[in-house]
């Protein structure tokens, strides 16, 4: 993490007449301090304690002859590194109507040498990723413009904008992390610097065709040039993502010059309410104990919020046009400056992990650990035992549970599904166990998934067995049956002897075996057939 205030630096933009009323000291190493003479015949009215000259401290203060290449390599590029190694960046120019923002931020379109900010930035940075090889990089370009709270896509493709109204609108939504996504703003991918530059050509010309005298669009609005970087190195599944903003904001001067004595400082209106509400979001940040910084106010303010007091290395120009006209501007510029210098950002490495290249990784993962173990086993293991496996896993299990040898051990290898699945066989043996104690049947073993033939067999020669036995007993009955019979016929005055208990019982037990008795001979045991008929 990074812990860093938001940089500030001012550039003043040239002017004809030799100005002298201002100076800047560069003496010390990472400072510089811009002092601003009010002229006498200003003095008087300007403020109140008749103050003749102010100083603000910047990082840097850059004069007038300052090129454009000497402000990114300053400025730009070390935001720029930063972003390419996976930290957020903002670049932001505020200043009045006129004072170079533009100028700074996009360029001069006059010569080549005057490219601003951007086009220096796309060309570095897309130097930059075809130097490293290392890594595979996407980068993708966004262009916003905020204009009365409205946003506007600058980079759709499908439009021919004639009036702003015309491109695409983009909203603000707020997800439950409170992360900020802008709805209907395209990602346009850029692969090399040329498709980047276009999409700014594309982008600057839908901003100029879209401005009319009434909506004043270049002074009113705020354009929100975004570089996306995604990186991550190849067969890894951690990526890398930042984002590079380089914004430039609309006029801050004031509507009402009032004129009246010490009060034009304090009383002044901005032309342009949003600029007010990031006023009101930075005298929040510096503030100490402030827990709430009003970012939704306005939606310049909702989509800069990382850049202001979160995760985001940012930096502020403040661009100057000290003349007389404007001296009372530029100092207020300056104070905000110097407020802005009070804000502490925390930027993080923007760093997550793909869940898509993690599957990716771990299915080459489980195929290399198989091939390893065909190597070291010599046996190549599906997911599922095989049913030849699971029935000869079984054969082990019933053998091992028959065995009274309290020592005997139960060899199945290192095989962690049939590990698995003799744990799940003695679990289902427990449980079996444990409700036939509370009350069931008597306990068996517990049915394994494929009956085995052998047993089958065992069964029905028992019910064989079983069977016969019943037909003898019937047999047996009967025979016994008739001998009383016919005893009765040869002695009728003996009357009959019973000999199956109680009568009503008897009769039934007769009853229910006619139905079914076929006669065979054996011996006769009647103990047998009470046990067997009362059950
Ligand atoms: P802003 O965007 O702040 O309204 P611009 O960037 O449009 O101001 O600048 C106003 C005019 O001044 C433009 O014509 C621009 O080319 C010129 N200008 C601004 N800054 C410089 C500079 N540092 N060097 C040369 N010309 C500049
Ligand atoms: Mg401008």
Redo the contacts with the bound molecule.
Sequence with gaps: MVKQTIQIYA?V??SRRPPGIYSISNEEAAASSLEIIVPRDLADGFVNNKRESYKFRFQETFD?E?K?EAIFESIAKPVAESVLTGYNGTIF?Y??????????ITG?A?RYS?RGIIPRTLSYIFEQLQKDSSKVYTAHISYLEIYNECGYDLLDPRHEASKLEDLPKVTIMEDPEQNIHLKNLSLQPAATEEEALNLLFLGDTNRMIAETPMNQA??RSHCIFTIHISSKEPGSATVRRSKLHLV?LA?SERVAKTGVAGQLLTEAKYINLSLHYLEQVIIALAEKNRSHVPYRNSMMTSVLRDSLGGNCMTTMIA?LSIDKRNIDESISTCRFAQRVALIRNEAVLNEETDPQLVIVRLKKEIQALKDEIVLITGEQRTSDLTPDELQRLEEQLHNFLDDVDRDSVLEVGADMRKIHYCFGFFKRFFHEKKSSDSGGSSPERPATTSARPEEMKKLRDLLQQRDNEINILVSMIKKEKRRNQDAAYKIPSTPPRPHTGPKGEGNSVQRGLQDTATPSGGDTRPIALHRKTGA
């Design positions: 550039r933009k040239p007038q300052t454009q120019a200043g009045q109507t006129g004072s170079g923002k533009t100028f700074t001069g006059e005057d270049s002074t430039d006029g661009t």
